[in-house]
Protein backbone atom coordinates (compact mmCIF):
# COMPACT_ATOMS: atom_id res chain seq x y z
CA UNK A 1 0.00 0.00 0.00
CA UNK A 2 1.21 3.60 -0.84
CA UNK A 3 3.01 5.05 2.43
CA UNK A 4 1.21 8.07 1.58
CA UNK A 5 -2.40 6.81 2.04
CA UNK A 6 -1.55 4.61 4.72
CA UNK A 7 -0.41 7.72 6.80
CA UNK A 8 -3.09 9.80 5.72
CA UNK A 9 -5.17 6.75 6.69
CA UNK A 10 -3.68 6.39 9.95
CA UNK A 11 -4.27 10.44 10.64
CA UNK A 12 -7.97 10.22 9.91
CA UNK A 13 -8.95 7.31 11.98
CA UNK A 14 -7.14 9.28 15.23
CA UNK A 15 -10.24 12.00 14.70
CA UNK A 16 -13.30 11.92 16.94
CA UNK A 17 -16.62 10.53 15.09
CA UNK A 18 -18.08 12.64 12.74
CA UNK A 19 -19.90 12.75 9.30
CA UNK A 20 -16.89 14.83 7.91
CA UNK A 21 -14.19 11.56 9.05
CA UNK A 22 -16.68 9.27 7.19
CA UNK A 23 -16.61 11.57 4.01
CA UNK A 24 -12.65 11.76 4.90
CA UNK A 25 -12.04 8.08 5.23
CA UNK A 26 -13.95 7.18 1.97
CA UNK A 27 -11.93 9.80 0.55
CA UNK A 28 -8.75 7.84 1.37
CA UNK A 29 -9.90 4.26 -0.27
CA UNK A 30 -12.40 3.33 3.00
CA UNK A 31 -15.90 2.44 2.53
CA UNK A 32 -17.71 3.84 5.72
CA UNK A 33 -21.80 4.27 5.77
CA UNK A 34 -22.74 8.06 6.57
CA UNK A 35 -24.41 6.59 9.29
CA UNK A 36 -21.72 4.40 10.93
CA UNK A 37 -19.98 5.77 13.98
CA UNK A 38 -16.10 5.72 14.14
CA UNK A 39 -14.40 6.69 16.88
CA UNK A 40 -10.61 7.46 17.52
CA UNK A 41 -8.43 4.42 16.63
CA UNK A 42 -5.05 3.50 16.09
CA UNK A 43 -5.60 2.01 12.17
CA UNK A 44 -2.29 0.90 10.75
CA UNK A 45 -1.42 -0.68 7.12
CA UNK A 46 -5.61 -1.50 6.81
CA UNK A 47 -6.05 -1.97 3.09
CA UNK A 48 -10.17 -1.58 3.18
CA UNK A 49 -11.82 -0.73 6.26
CA UNK A 50 -15.91 -1.19 5.24
CA UNK A 51 -18.69 -0.20 7.79
CA UNK A 52 -22.40 -0.52 7.16
CA UNK A 53 -24.97 1.82 7.60
CA UNK A 54 -25.62 1.89 11.48
CA UNK A 55 -22.33 0.43 12.02
CA UNK A 56 -20.43 1.36 15.28
CA UNK A 57 -16.64 1.18 16.29
CA UNK A 58 -15.36 2.41 19.48
CA UNK A 59 -12.51 4.35 20.86
CA UNK A 60 -9.18 3.54 21.11
CA UNK A 61 -8.57 -0.21 19.36
CA UNK A 62 -5.19 -1.00 18.25
CA UNK A 63 -6.19 -2.21 14.26
CA UNK A 64 -2.89 -3.21 12.48
CA UNK A 65 -1.69 -5.19 8.93
CA UNK A 66 -4.97 -6.67 7.67
CA UNK A 67 -6.08 -6.74 4.32
CA UNK A 68 -9.76 -5.89 5.11
CA UNK A 69 -11.90 -5.41 8.42
CA UNK A 70 -15.75 -5.45 7.17
CA UNK A 71 -18.42 -4.48 9.67
CA UNK A 72 -22.08 -5.44 8.71
CA UNK A 73 -25.36 -3.60 9.01
CA UNK A 74 -25.55 -2.81 12.97
CA UNK A 75 -22.21 -4.41 13.51
CA UNK A 76 -20.12 -3.48 16.86
CA UNK A 77 -16.82 -3.59 18.09
CA UNK A 78 -15.99 -2.11 21.74
CA UNK A 79 -13.30 -0.14 23.19
CA UNK A 80 -9.67 -1.17 23.64
CA UNK A 81 -9.45 -3.95 21.51
CA UNK A 82 -6.76 -5.15 19.55
CA UNK A 83 -7.02 -7.01 16.19
CA UNK A 84 -3.66 -7.58 14.18
CA UNK A 85 -2.33 -9.93 11.87
CA UNK A 86 1.23 -10.81 11.01
CA UNK A 87 2.39 -9.49 8.17
CA UNK A 88 4.15 -12.72 6.78
CA UNK A 89 0.70 -14.33 6.46
CA UNK A 90 -1.10 -11.36 4.83
CA UNK A 91 1.62 -11.59 1.89
CA UNK A 92 1.52 -15.21 1.59
CA UNK A 93 -2.32 -16.12 2.23
CA UNK A 94 -4.86 -14.57 -0.35
CA UNK A 95 -7.79 -15.04 1.86
CA UNK A 96 -5.91 -14.19 5.24
CA UNK A 97 -5.78 -11.30 7.44
CA UNK A 98 -9.59 -10.30 7.41
CA UNK A 99 -11.86 -9.69 10.06
CA UNK A 100 -15.54 -9.87 9.06
CA UNK A 101 -18.50 -9.42 11.47
CA UNK A 102 -22.19 -10.17 9.79
CA UNK A 103 -25.28 -8.12 10.20
CA UNK A 104 -25.91 -6.89 13.97
CA UNK A 105 -22.66 -8.96 15.64
CA UNK A 106 -21.02 -7.79 18.39
CA UNK A 107 -17.36 -7.44 19.62
CA UNK A 108 -17.25 -6.02 23.10
CA UNK A 109 -14.22 -4.51 24.72
CA UNK A 110 -10.20 -5.55 25.92
CA UNK A 111 -10.20 -8.96 23.45
CA UNK A 112 -7.34 -10.21 21.08
CA UNK A 113 -7.95 -11.16 18.08
CA UNK A 114 -5.05 -12.41 15.96
CA UNK A 115 -6.57 -12.06 12.28
CA UNK A 116 -3.72 -14.28 10.28
CA UNK A 117 -5.62 -16.88 9.21
CA UNK A 118 -9.18 -14.38 8.89
CA UNK A 119 -12.12 -14.15 11.86
CA UNK A 120 -15.26 -14.41 10.81
CA UNK A 121 -18.39 -13.47 13.21
CA UNK A 122 -21.63 -14.32 12.05
CA UNK A 123 -25.20 -12.43 11.97
CA UNK A 124 -26.36 -11.64 15.56
CA UNK A 125 -23.40 -13.35 17.28
CA UNK A 126 -21.23 -11.88 20.16
CA UNK A 127 -17.74 -12.10 21.21
CA UNK A 128 -18.96 -10.58 24.75
CA UNK A 129 -17.11 -10.30 28.36
CA UNK A 130 -13.56 -9.61 27.88
CA UNK A 131 -10.50 -11.11 27.32
CA UNK A 132 -11.17 -13.27 25.58
CA UNK A 133 -8.04 -14.63 22.77
CA UNK A 134 -8.31 -15.30 19.12
CA UNK A 135 -5.62 -17.04 17.75
CA UNK A 136 -5.25 -17.91 14.48
CA UNK A 137 -1.23 -18.82 13.84
CA UNK A 138 0.74 -21.46 15.45
CA UNK A 139 3.49 -23.93 14.53
CA UNK A 140 2.88 -26.82 12.68
CA UNK A 141 5.12 -29.37 15.26
CA UNK A 142 4.90 -31.83 11.91
CA UNK A 143 5.97 -29.96 9.27
CA UNK A 144 8.01 -27.72 11.63
CA UNK A 145 6.26 -24.84 9.83
CA UNK A 146 4.26 -22.43 11.21
CA UNK A 147 0.66 -22.30 9.84
CA UNK A 148 -2.85 -20.25 10.33
CA UNK A 149 -6.35 -21.33 9.86
CA UNK A 150 -9.30 -18.67 9.70
CA UNK A 151 -11.80 -19.01 13.13
CA UNK A 152 -15.62 -18.71 12.71
CA UNK A 153 -18.27 -17.87 14.92
CA UNK A 154 -21.68 -19.44 13.51
CA UNK A 155 -24.25 -17.26 13.87
CA UNK A 156 -26.34 -16.16 16.73
CA UNK A 157 -23.19 -17.79 18.89
CA UNK A 158 -22.35 -15.94 22.26
CA UNK A 159 -19.08 -16.20 23.23
CA UNK A 160 -18.39 -16.11 27.45
CA UNK A 161 -15.48 -13.94 29.17
CA UNK A 162 -11.64 -14.90 28.78
CA UNK A 163 -12.32 -17.94 26.37
CA UNK A 164 -9.45 -18.98 23.69
CA UNK A 165 -9.94 -20.28 20.27
CA UNK A 166 -7.59 -21.56 17.81
CA UNK A 167 -6.69 -21.62 14.23
CA UNK A 168 -9.39 -23.60 12.80
CA UNK A 169 -12.16 -23.49 15.40
CA UNK A 170 -15.63 -23.46 14.52
CA UNK A 171 -18.18 -22.41 16.92
CA UNK A 172 -21.70 -23.60 15.47
CA UNK A 173 -24.50 -21.36 15.35
CA UNK A 174 -27.37 -20.97 18.18
CA UNK A 175 -24.41 -22.29 20.77
CA UNK A 176 -22.58 -20.74 23.99
CA UNK A 177 -18.81 -21.12 24.51
CA UNK A 178 -18.78 -21.32 28.40
CA UNK A 179 -15.83 -18.51 30.17
CA UNK A 180 -12.81 -19.74 30.29
CA UNK A 181 -13.18 -22.51 27.95
CA UNK A 182 -11.15 -23.40 24.74
CA UNK A 183 -12.23 -24.01 21.70
CA UNK A 184 -9.79 -25.73 19.13
CA UNK A 185 -9.56 -27.44 15.67
CA UNK A 186 -12.02 -30.16 15.12
CA UNK A 187 -12.12 -32.44 11.74
CA UNK A 188 -15.68 -33.10 13.07
CA UNK A 189 -19.10 -30.80 12.24
CA UNK A 190 -19.76 -29.55 15.90
CA UNK A 191 -23.19 -29.97 16.96
CA UNK A 192 -25.32 -26.75 18.19
CA UNK A 193 -25.80 -26.20 22.11
CA UNK A 194 -23.51 -25.47 24.79
CA UNK A 195 -20.10 -26.14 24.67
CA UNK A 196 -17.69 -25.80 28.21
CA UNK A 197 -14.30 -26.80 28.90
CA UNK A 198 -10.60 -27.34 28.03
CA UNK A 199 -11.04 -28.52 25.63
CA UNK A 200 -14.51 -27.39 24.78
CA UNK A 201 -16.68 -30.19 25.03
CA UNK A 202 -20.45 -30.32 23.95
CA UNK A 203 -22.63 -29.84 27.37
CA UNK A 204 -25.91 -29.81 26.17
CA UNK A 205 -28.72 -27.92 24.17
CA UNK A 206 -29.02 -23.86 24.82
CA UNK A 207 -32.43 -22.09 24.53
CA UNK A 208 -33.99 -18.42 25.01
CA UNK A 209 -34.99 -15.39 23.84
CA UNK A 210 -31.59 -14.33 22.97
CA UNK A 211 -31.47 -16.73 19.86
CA UNK A 212 -34.40 -15.56 18.29
CA UNK A 213 -34.05 -11.67 18.75
CA UNK A 214 -34.03 -9.00 16.07
CA UNK A 215 -31.91 -6.60 17.57
CA UNK A 216 -27.87 -5.92 17.95
CA UNK A 217 -28.41 -6.37 22.20
CA UNK A 218 -30.54 -6.16 24.95
CA UNK A 219 -31.07 -3.63 26.89
CA UNK A 220 -33.25 -5.46 29.43
CA UNK A 221 -31.84 -5.97 33.05
CA UNK A 222 -33.36 -8.85 34.69
CA UNK A 223 -33.18 -8.38 38.88
CA UNK A 224 -33.16 -11.63 40.56
CA UNK A 225 -34.01 -10.24 43.70
CA UNK A 226 -37.21 -9.65 42.79
CA UNK A 227 -38.33 -11.20 39.71
CA UNK A 228 -38.18 -7.81 37.64
CA UNK A 229 -37.04 -7.22 34.02
CA UNK A 230 -36.65 -3.41 33.68
CA UNK A 231 -37.33 -2.83 29.89
CA UNK A 232 -34.46 -0.15 28.45
CA UNK A 233 -32.22 -0.16 31.54
CA UNK A 234 -29.39 0.62 29.48
Known amino acids: M ?4 VGAQSLLWLLPSSKVKNW ?17 CLVINVNMF ?8 GGW ?39 TLGAHSYVTSRHRLDCSGSVHV ?6 A ?15 DAQAAYPVTIGERSFLGTSCILLGGAEMPADSVLGAGSVLTRSREVRAP ?7 ATHRGPTEGSWFTR ?11 ATGETVEDAF
Open 50 to 57: SMGPGSRI
Open 129 to 143: GHSTTILTHSIDLRR
Open 24 to 40: LLRRVGHRIHPTAIARS
Open 193 to 199: GLWAGVP
Open 2 to 5: NRLR
Open 122 to 127: GEYASV
Open 61 to 99: NAIKNLHEVSLGTDATIGRFNTITANQVFARLYQGGARL
Open 214 to 224: SVTGTRRVYIP
